[in-house]
């Protein structure tokens, strides 16, 4: 709800200020003035807020001072925001100048108990945050220059300020002293983060821009390829494994860059964001190149003896993990007693079926249940059903549902997700482990698929 109403008021802001036909400015300083929209609206937001409750006080207390100048500043935020004849570069220069005076302002009036000096802190962060380093430094610079003037006036008492009397000579210099230093910390600090992030930023835009040009190579060498189903199959694995190498060399690189910024929260959520869809890319290659091979004829089986219920309790618990995310249950009704969990099968394509089967469900239902049910049909067989409780599957649709590169409705926002061969490849694996895979369907209830496996296949 907050998330939504902010996006819409920064918007606002932006189409207000006409910012992306204004802004000419490339790289970081471009994404500087966009963070800098942000910090204007946030401030005039909480600062009109807190102005009323504020002012109420200063005036009970005769503290008209802090009245006037927290009213210069909602002033100047409003001149900032709605003011669109002022430049972006003068617009941070009046924030700047602002936030300062205020917080110098304070610190003069209510001394260093009072949000003077913590407001300072605030003030060259943000500098440093959307002007850059050299800035923020000039403002620690300039509050050197001012704590000096203070320092001085007070020793040879050239003028008196009321919290002169809370501390002796020596002690303020020590106050001033650590608050000049830590302003000092926060810049290098910050402008030390945004250096790694952008320098991050630009390696991740290059590897992107490296992966458009193998993908728009692939399309149209694809394209040339179509006459030969053979030969397309072929291209698309070979491809596939191109793209796959550069991959695991960016995931390489996000663990790197975790584990150098692991204390920064902001820079973890980008680069588990990076990992997230590194991962998910792999999936699909990984699947492109099973498709291929199936369609060219190179798959075969490795049939190995195994205990099928800690197959199914592994997947599932994978399944699992997914499906909390969202909200949903995943119920495991495996009626294999011990006694029958030796078979012999190729455990790899089994368990490829079954993963590709209950993500399917996973993704294709937003809220409910999703039951998987296992039991021995005869003596030598086993069914699999996985029930969802999901948007259904339309019954035109019921005989293509199977094919490659085919998905059910683009119309839904989840089915945008995925290539569309994780059935093609379950419906074939099935065929191959002496089975065969089935659609019950209830468009408005989900959908049950079902499939089975000859546990004795090729048994020596």
């Known amino acids: 709800m907050v998330q939504k109403w902010w996006k819409s008021y920064t918007s606002w802001f932006v189409n207000y200020s006409n910012f992306k036909t204004v802004n000419k400015k490339k790289g970081l300083e471009y994404f500087r ?144 002293v650590n608050n000049v230093l830590f302003n000092f910390i926060l810049v290098f600090s910050i402008s030390f983060l945004i250096k790694q992030l952008h320098q991050a930023l630009i390696k991740e835009n290059k590897l992107q821009k490296e992966l458009v040009i193998k993908h728009n190579k692939a399309v149209l060498a694809r394209q040339k390829a179509e006459s030969s189903d053979k030969l397309k199959s072929a291209f698309l694995a070979n491809i596939s494994h191109e793209i796959g190498t550069p991959m695991y060399g960016i995931l390489g690189s996000t663990d790197f860059l975790k584990e150098l910024h692991k204390k920064d929260k902001e ?84 368990t490829t079926v079954l993963k590709h089967l209950l993500n399917n469900a996973i993704k294709y239902t937003e809220q409910g249940t999703i039951t998987l049910r296992c039991y021995y049909k005869n003596f030598d067989t086993i069914e699999f059903s996985i029930k969802d409780t999901g948007i259904g599957i339309p019954k035109d649709k019921l ?27 379950a419906k074939a694996y099935t065929e191959m482990l002496g089975g065969k895979i089935t659609l019950e369907n209830n468009q408005e209830n989900g959908a049950t698929f079902k499939f089975t496996i000859s546990a004795q296949l090729n048994k020596s």
């Open 33 to 176: 003035d966009k963070l800098f929209i942000s910090i204007p609206l946030l401030t005039f937001f909480i600062g009109g807020i807190a102005y009323f409750p504020s002012g109420y006080v200063a005036i009970a207390r005769g503290e008209l001072f802090v009245l006037y100048i927290d009213t210069l500043a909602i002033l100047a935020l409003v001149a900032i925001i709605f003011i669109n004849k002022i430049d972006f570069d003068t617009k941070k220069i009046i924030f700047s100048y602002t936030l300062f005076v205020l917080s110098f302002g304070l610190l003069l009036h209510l001394g260093f108990k009072g949000n003077g000096s913590i407001l300072l802190y605030t003030t060259t962060s943000l500098i440093t945050l959307y002007k850059g380093r050299k800035e923020g430094i000039n403002w620690v610079l300039t509050t050197v220059v001012l704590y000096i003037i203070l320092l001085t006036g007070y020793y040879f008492n050239l003028f008196y300020f009321p919290f002169f009397d809370d501390y002796d000579f020596e002690v303020l210099a020590v106050v001033t």
């Open 267 to 350: 820079s973890q959520e980008y680069l588990q964001l990076i990992e997230d869809n590194g991962n998910k890319l792999l999936a699909i290659i990984e699947d492109i190149v099973n498709i291929s091979k199936i369609e060219s004829g190179l798959v075969t089986l490795n049939n190995s003896t195994f205990n099928i219920n800690n197959l199914i309790n592994s997947v599932f618990t994978a399944a699992n993990s997914i499906a909390k995310t969202k909200g949903i249950q995943i119920k495991n009704n495996n009626l294999i007693s011990n006694n029958e969990a030796l078979v012999h099968t190729d455990k790899e394509k089994l």
């Open 399 to 425: 005989s293509a549902i199977f094919k490659a590169f085919y998905q059910v409705d683009t119309s839904q926002k989840n089915a945008l997700h995925g290539a569309g061969i994780g059935l093609a490849i």
